[in-house]
């Protein structure tokens, strides 16, 4: 071994002791001939003292900043009045008798100390360097952790952990393939798993009972901030179980993740349906770390003559303590609900005496004004944002408003939710198809079977699945559901999203003809390991929290992927490009 501790380890060490250590130039002080350097390795950072005439080896002011050492030192007491007490190794430093320069290092493209911002793109082509930063070695340990965490809850829960093939069959599931071309057999082509999900379900079908996988998963999506091309994801399954039976085990265990890696107390997450959570915050994906509900105000206005609120639904937002808000300022949020499709948003300022301040308080009846302010339980100083229009559009508006009121910080921690009963299909496609709200391998509620089976348009966009989405601090963490295990039952969906027989049997035969053999009732989930990461460490963005990332756009500045190939490449695959159209000149 090159080295006998870590500087982690260095406080187990006995004064006087003699240790051999290598890392790092983290920062170098000349201070008239001893040269002191902060050197960096895994563990952290601890103080060297280079005595040019007492060192052995290379003279210490050769060396700059991160270079990579290896020293032999004696651990000593640091000198009163140079104790760092706020530091781990703080209170002692290494005289050093010899000094070996492993790897010098040119001047560097890319600040490593993380207090100092670099250009995103320079970081991503640089990221071996960016990795030397604590912030980066700090994630990827946690990521570590966290993993570990996992595969121990699910092993003490007997789940077995199955590896499913990442060359298999485009069998679309929402997002574009990534497809692999076949050398053997030109012309066709495999792709890479945007999941694990039918062969999680056909290893319920083989009797396995409890699965799960930290899988790598790959879509070809638009590009998003919050997305990547190529992710992980925990994957899990079990049969002859419910909803709830899923709900609780996931919750049980990321509750326990959460502990483990914060130290501090959270329960299983509670629950609420799509409907009310729509109703309540306009979004499927609530943040609970603040408060602002949505007011369904109909019923206030059911009789009204204010031509603007006779609409299918009129909704409200109480702002507390916010009646002062600067016309500039409402301005905007009546740009921003206009941008969203709402003909306008109307605002109301309470004032002492159960009085408002609005442009169309004369519109409005006294008995409609006294309702309204008790149905929002406003009180003087309040502001109250109304939108009115169809029950999707004025959720969707207000629920985006009310973003723009939080006021979240850190302390509030981890809030989780279970939104449950979502809408089977999420509308009609230009052939007047319904679109499946997750994937369409997810189960009816069995209370709208009836409905399912005979329904037909719009009237199917009443029907709710048994799917269940995990939401983190109003992140899509997560996302299951009881899945199909009828033939009959998916043949129907297969055929209410237009996919003819003859189409359902090329995409999905294996799976049809699975289920004529005893397919057990079944149910998982899956959620994003990037995401769960990113959030217990803080991060907004998940590519803090992957060694490798790509852009938003998909690109590699590292390897400078993706790569054209050689021509000898093509052909060995039976592939030629096609040549690009010139354009025409006027």
Same mark, same amino acid.
């Given at each position: ?46 103080q ?11 003279d210490? %002011? ?11 030192g ?11 007490? +706020? ?9 050093? +008798? ?21 250009? *995103?793109?320079?970081? !991503?082509?640089?990221?071996?360097l ?46 574009? +393939? ?5 050398? !053997? ?14 062969f ?62 914060? #130290? ?7 629950r ?47 702002i ?14 009546? *740009? ?14 309470v ?6 301040d ?14 309204l ?33 939080c ?22 496609d230009? #052939? ?12 009816? %509620?069995?209370?709208d ?15 709710r699945?048994q799917?269940? +989405? ?5 992140? *899509? ?26 189409l359902? %049997? ?29 959030l ?11 060694a490798?990332?790509?852009? #938003? ?10 790569? !054209? ?14 040549a ?7």
């Amino acid at each position: 071994m090159m080295r006998t501790h870590l500087t982690s380890t260095l406080e187990t060490a006995v004064i006087g002791s003699t240790v051999e250590l290598c890392g790092w130039v983290a920062k170098r002080r000349d201070h008239g001939g001893v040269v002191f350097i902060d050197l960096r390795d895994a563990g952290g950072v601890v103080q060297v003292v280079v005595d040019p005439s007492k060192v052995v080896g290379v003279d210490p %002011h050769l060396i700059r900043s991160e270079f990579v050492l290896r020293v032999v030192g004696v651990v000593k007491d640091r000198p009163e009045g140079t104790i760092k007490s +706020d530091t781990a190794n703080g209170a002692i430093e290494v005289a050093v +008798d010899s000094v070996e320069i492993l790897a010098a290092c040119d001047a560097l493209p890319i600040p490593v100390d993380q207090e100092v911002a670099a250009d *995103e793109s320079l970081r !991503l082509k640089y990221r071996y360097l960016d990795l030397r930063g604590r912030r980066l070695q700090g994630n990827l340990r946690l990521r570590a952790r966290v993993n570990h965490l996992l595969r121990q809850a699910f092993d003490e829960r007997e789940f077995v952990e199955v590896e499913t093939p990442l060359l298999i069959a485009s069998t679309p599931e929402g997002a574009r +393939d990534f497809v692999v071309p076949s050398r !053997l057999t030109p012309g066709s082509f495999y792709a890479l798993p945007q999941s694990p999900q039918l062969f999680k379900q056909l290893l319920m079908v083989g009797g396995l009972d409890r699965y799960f996988q930290i899988a790598r998963c790959l879509r070809d999506e638009d590009p998003r901030a919050d997305r990547q091309f190529e992710f992980t994801q925990l994957d899990m399954e079990m049969s002859f179980v419910d909803s709830d039976d899923v709900m609780d085990l996931v919750g049980e265990i990321v509750a326990s993740v959460i502990r483990d890696v914060t #130290q501090e107390s959270a329960g299983n997450p509670g629950r609420m349906t799509w409907a009310d959570a729509m109703a309540t915050y306009g979004t499927e994906k609530p943040d609970l770390r603040f408060d602002l509900p949505i007011s369904d105000v109909t019923s206030v206005f059911s009789a009204t003559e204010f031509r603007a609120f006779q609409a299918d639904s009129v909704g409200a937002l109480r702002i507390p303590e916010s009646g002062e808000l600067a016309r500039a300022r409402l301005d905007s949020l009546i *740009e921003r609900a206009q941008s969203l499709g709402a003909p306008g948003l109307v605002w109301i300022r309470v004032r002492e005496g159960s009085l408002i301040d609005s442009p169309v308080a004369k519109f409005l009846s006294e008995e409609e004004k006294s309702a309204l302010l008790a149905k929002t339980n406003a009180q003087p100083g309040d502001l109250i944002l109304l939108a009115a229009g169809s029950l999707a559009m004025t959720s969707e508006v207000l629920g985006v408003i009310r973003k723009e009121f939080c006021v979240v910080t850190k302390d509030l921690g981890l809030q989780t939710v279970w939104v449950t009963d979502f809408p089977l299909f999420e509308g009609l496609d230009d #052939q007047g198809n319904p679109i499946s709200s997750h994937h369409p391998f997810t189960a009816p %509620h069995p209370d709208d079977l009836d409905l399912f089976m005979h329904a037909e348009g719009e009237d199917l966009l009443s029907v709710r699945s048994q799917a269940y +989405d995990l939401v983190v601090n109003g992140w *899509e963490l997560g996302s299951g559901s009881v899945r199909i295990h009828s033939r009959e039952i998916q043949e129907r969906v297969f055929s209410l999203l237009g996919i003819s027989p003859d189409l359902a %049997h090329a995409r999905f035969g294996f799976l049809l003809e699975a289920f004529r053999y005893g397919a057990p009732p079944h149910a998982g989930f899956a959620f994003g390991i990037d995401r769960l990461v990113a959030l217990l460490a803080g991060e907004d963005n998940i590519r803090e929290v992957i060694a490798f990332p790509k852009t #938003q756009s998909g690109a590699d500045p590292l390897t400078n992927a993706p790569s !054209l190939l050689e021509g000898s490449q093509l052909k060995s695959l039976g592939l030629s490009l096609a040549a690009k159209k010139k354009e025409s000149r006027s």
